[in-house]
């Protein structure tokens, strides 16, 4: 499809970017000759209502958010057009020449730390700006950071900026992008400037490593990591970072909010700080800005490997070669002055017998000094005896073993358990039996983190089903997917408020069908006053008239009466497929101030349905559903009573009365 020519007034030259929300353009405004980029909107036919409106909400919202401020480093919004004559939504902004943080980085140019300084410093200054201005970006990355040929970073993309005065915040809570979000963000709680600052840290992490302090194999694991890991240690990819360094990293990656930068100008006068201490340092030293791992440094020996070993084996031969010398001389000079007085008294003999002692006695004294020298040798050498070269050689499953404990320290079992597995294969038999309990506790933790990821996704699905409901008016739907996340995580802030919406609902839909059903009901018919009739005498005695026959439509009354020796879980109650009744339950006691214990307990509800012939079906949701099924006929106008029980073990019993 080829480009168009105009947008509104304003004159198409390229396109430059294109994503799933539209396209960017760089345009000409003619009436003040500036070039500026157009981005549009544009979805694909066939989207929902809904989602078509809350994309375009979004698009609108980062004009408002943006237009709202004005400062060096965050781009310009100029102009918004809702709909152009070509019925294309756009606003022009600012046209940056440069790139981004997030190109650079796949550049194999290092970045030293006064560049990274300078850019989060300006980064952080565009954000210490939005705040005061009560705009939060929630998208800080470095794919959002332009930057420009000479090197001023401009911050971008407001499209999921929070503003004070926007209602627009329960959908948000759930964008952004997964490996920059802080945790409060992915737990879907409210989030104010400071998930600004933990993005801000990640991004300032990936400058100084390359790599995300927080990473997985798929969104849940990321999100698990960023709300419950620590941060992979930046020593891991860069070795040792300064200790000033390492601590902005970890206050500015902190959990809890309240531990974090509290400011986002504090993280970059700390940042700062820590490089003109580091280049000062340098410049004294005449060493690199940021010191990796020395050669010098004790903990880096040259031990790793038949290369490494290799190594030290010819250094320790020529360091004891020196010591060898040395002690040689004195022994060599004994041997001279021995040997020549033994050739003397050779020459000066006079019997064969005697010199045959004299040729012993050297013999004997060449065969000391020979195993004087073997013994030197072997005291004085620094590489290990030959049995423990022999005994390394066979000690291979220990790099592997050490990585599984590295591993598991550092909370990643499933890696863990496969460097142990790996251990396993070259151990010898007696080393068997310990590594194998490690990879089976390896093991277990990994699928013990497996269900806990689950879990988490289970609670975000369900977080976004409620609200999706609960956004279009299906109070229960958005009921039921509160109460899956509470059944899963009591506590869950957000939860509880969907619920308490979804309830508000239900109760407003009630009272709104039982103000039409009265509406609905015929107005009683007022008859005249008679005259009363000239009383007559009775002459007998007549039989009262038989009750009026009952409605076949009028409906049935149903008192459900539940009792539970579980004390937590979900009873639901379906008639034919409809459902008539969904009651979470937990039975709880006080026993103290702000504390309580689980008992067994129960409650009655009434529900009313039509008359008939019907299929009952009782679930009740505890650690696995148990379900039972019961088939009925009630009579117009009965009321019936139907008791469930649940027993200690989860066995359900029901009764139709």
Known sequence: MSNPTRLDRYQIVDQIGKGAMGVVYLAKDPLIGRLVALKTFHLPDGMEEKQFRQARNRFLREAQSAGILSHPNIVTIHDVVEKSAEGVTFFAMEYVRGTNLKQMLRSEDPLDLPTITDIIWQVAEALQYAHSKGVVHRDIKPANILITADRRAKLT????ARLHTSDLTLHGQLLGTPNYMAPEQVRGKEVDHRADIFSLGVVLYELLTRHK???????????????????????EYVGRLP??????????LAKDPNQRYQRVGALARDLKAVCDTIVERASLNDTQEVELASKDDPKVLPSAGWQGRLASFFAGARR????????????????????????GRLKGGKSAPR?????????????????????????????????????ERTMAYLEPLKEGHRRLNDGKPAAAARAFALAGQRAPADRLHGIEALRLKAERLAKAEERSLRRVADIESSLIVASDALEEKRFAEAAEGAEIVLALEPEHEEALQLLAAAQQGLR???????????????????????????????????????PPPIDPNTPATMTIDFYSQVPQGVLTVYSDGRQLLREPF????????????????GFVRTVTLPAGAMTLKIYVALDRTHNETLRTELLPGSVVNLEVRVAAGGGLSISLR
């Open 157 to 160: 993309d407001f499209g999921i």
């Open 213 to 235: 302090p927080f990473q997985g194999d798929h969104l849940t694991v990321v999100t698990h990591n960023i709300v419950n890991e620590a941060p992979t240690p930046p020593e």
């Open 243 to 252: 200790a000033e360094l390492s601590e902005v990293l970890d206050k500015a």
């Open 320 to 343: 004891g070669g020196a010591k060898l010398l040395a002690g040689l001389r004195p022994a060599g000079a004994a041997l001279s002055t021995a040997a020549s007085a033994a050739l």
């Open 355 to 391: 010199r045959l002692a004299v040729i012993a006695g050297l013999a004997l004294l060449v065969a000391l000094f020979a195993s004087w020298l073997v013994l030197r040798v072997i005291d004085q050498r620094e590489m290990p005896p030959i049995e423990d070269l022999e005994a």
């Open 508 to 546: 407003r839909s009630a009272r709104r069908q039982l103000r039409a059903e009265r509406k609905r009901q015929p107005e009683p018919v007022r008859q005249e006053q008679e005259a009363a009739p000239t009383p007559r005498p009775v002459t007998a005695v007549k039989e009262p008239p038989p």
């Open 586 to 601: 937990r039975f709880t006691k006080k026993t103290g101030f702000l504390r309580s214990k689980k008992i067994p307990g």
